[in-house]
Nanobody
Framework: QVPLVESGGGLVRPGESLTLSCVASGTIFSIAVMGWYRQAPGKRRELVATLHKLGRSNYADAVKGRFTISRDNDKNTVYLQMNDLKPEDTAVYYC??????????????WGQGIRVTVLS
């Protein structure tokens, strides 16, 4: 397992912005994919956005044009800039890493989750 630490969640009003951050710790050689998922109350966890180390990104239709995913490979960090937030964006957001190459092997990990609440 590769520990992931998320930050940046909170309570906002519709139309406001938040930026989530997630740092992977440890001796990491590379991370193939970093991304964000979310789970709203009573719903399944769903993809928000992913970003491959080579630059390919993938977004859920619901967030296209409002959210931007980026990463700093030197810092093993992924960001999610969320603009024009809507009440339906309210969820617990989870950081995810896939194919993290470390001295001990290759792992995939989930963060603990961070809450984002958009007032309705």
């Amino acid at each position: 397992q590769v520990p992931l630490v998320e930050s940046g969640g909170g309570l906002v009003r519709p139309g406001e912005s938040l930026t989530l951050s997630c740092v992977a710790s440890g001796t990491i050689f590379s991370i193939a994919v970093m991304g964000w998922y979310r789970q709203a109350p009573g719903k399944r966890r769903e993809l928000v956005a992913t970003l491959h180390k080579l630059g390919r990104s993938n977004y859920a239709d619901a967030v296209k044009g409002r959210f931007t995913i980026s990463r700093d490979n030197d810092k093993n960090t992924v960001y999610l800039q969320m603009n024009d937030l809507k009440p339906e964006d309210t969820a617990v957001y989870y950081c995810n890493t896939e194919r993290v190459a470390t001295e001990e092997g290759v792992f995939s990990s989930w963060g603990q989750g961070i809450r984002v609440t958009v007032l309705s």
